[in-house]
C-alpha cells in the first residue's frame, strides 16, 4: 500500500511526499539524520512508513507493521468495480459523505491535539512491529488521492476521494452549459484541474460553495478522473452530494 502523506515524529507534524522528495534530494544528510526513521502512519501514528525514491516517490509501510485497530488506512482499498458499485448505489451516501468529512478534517487536524503516541527514542526498521494492534475486518476501503501531488496510473480509472488545498474559481461555459470548477495550487498557483458540473447539479450545490466566484478552500470530491496523459486532471460532478468545501 502506498501513502502520499506520513507522519514525522521529528517535526511533529504530517508532511507530504514531496516535502520529503525536497529534503531528500536537497540535504541528504539531513534525511538520513532526521528523518529517513521518522515516518509513520498519518492516521494513528502507529504504523511505521519508509521513504521510497521513486520516479513518483511514496511511502509503504514496513513488512509486519501494526496500525491501530481502528485505522482506516489498514485496510485494502476497494477495486475499480466495487469502488464504481459502492458510489453510484444511492443508499451509500450517507456513509460516502461520512468518510469524506473525515478525510477533509483531515487537512485541518491540529497534531498538538492528537492523542500522543509515545515511539522509541532509538528509531529502528523494527520499532513499529512491537504495537500491538490487530484487525481481522473484512471490509475495504475507497482510495485517496490528494490533488496537488503528482498522479499514478494506479489514480486514474477508478473512483476515489480526491482531495486537498486549492484556490478555485467558478466559471460558465456557455458550449457545453456547464459550470466549471477551476482548481490552483495555493501556493505555486500551477493549474491542477476542473471539475464539470451540470446545471441541474450545481443548483443543488449549497449557495456558500458558489460564492465568491473565488477562493482558497479544502475540497473532497468523489469520481472518476480518465487518464488523459495531461498535467492535470478533469473530471465531472454527478451528484451534489460528492462535494465537501471549507473556505480558507
Same mark, same amino acid.
Given at each position: ?8 515524529? /521529528? *517535526?511533529? @507534524? ?40 521513486? %520516479? %513518483? ?11 491501530? @485497530? ?5 485496510? *485494502? ?9 459502492? %458510489? ?13 468529512? #473525515? !478525510? ?50 494506479? *489514480? /486514474? ?39 464539470? !458540473? ?30 488523459? @496523459?495531461? #498535467? /492535470?486532471?478533469?473530471?465531472?460532478? /454527478? ?10
Amino acid at each position: 500500500m502506498k501513502f502520499e502523506e506520513a507522519y514525522s515524529i /521529528y *517535526d511533529n @507534524e504530517t508532511l507530504s511526499i514531496e516535502t520529503i522528495k525536497t529534503i531528500y534530494n536537497q540535504d541528504p544528510r539531513a534525511y538520513i539524520e532526521n528523518y529517513k526513521f521518522s515516518f509513520f502512519c498519518p492516521e494513528c501514528h502507529l504504523a511505521q512508513l519508509s521513504y521510497i525514491n521513486a %520516479v %513518483v516517490p511514496y511511502f509503504r509501510a514496513y513488512p509486519k507493521a501494526k496500525h491501530h @485497530e481502528n485505522c482506516d488506512l489498514q485496510q *485494502d482499498e476497494r477495486s475499480r468495480k466495487a469502488a464504481k458499485i459502492f %458510489v453510484e448505489n444511492d443508499q451509500n451516501i450517507t456513509i460516502i459523505q461520512r468518510e469524506m468529512q #473525515s !478525510v477533509l478534517c483531515s487537512l485541518f487536524v491540529s497534531h498538538s491535539k492528537h492523542i500522543p503516541v509515545h515511539h522509541s527514542s532509538s528509531t529502528s526498521k523494527t520499532s513499529s512491529t512491537t504495537t500491538h494492534a490487530s484487525h481481522s475486518s473484512r471490509n475495504k476501503r475507497m482510495g485517496r488521492k490528494r490533488i496537488d501531488l503528482p498522479f499514478r496510473e494506479e *489514480d /486514474y480509472n477508478c473512483y476515489k476521494y480526491f482531495y486537498g488545498k486549492a484556490k478555485i474559481k467558478w466559471e460558465y461555459d456557455k458550449k457545453s452549459q456547464k459550470f466549471r470548477l477551476l482548481l490552483r495550487h495555493i501556493e505555486t498557483n500551477k493549474f491542477l484541474g476542473r471539475i464539470f !458540473v451540470t446545471l441541474p447539479v450545481y443548483g443543488h450545490l449549497p449557495s456558500e460553495y458558489k460564492t465568491p466566484t473565488e477562493y482558497c478552500c479544502g475540497i473532497i470530491f468523489t469520481a472518476e478522473i480518465k487518464n488523459q @496523459e495531461k #498535467s /492535470y486532471f478533469s473530471t465531472t460532478l /454527478y451528484n451534489s452530494s460528492y462535494i465537501m468545501i471549507t473556505k480558507l
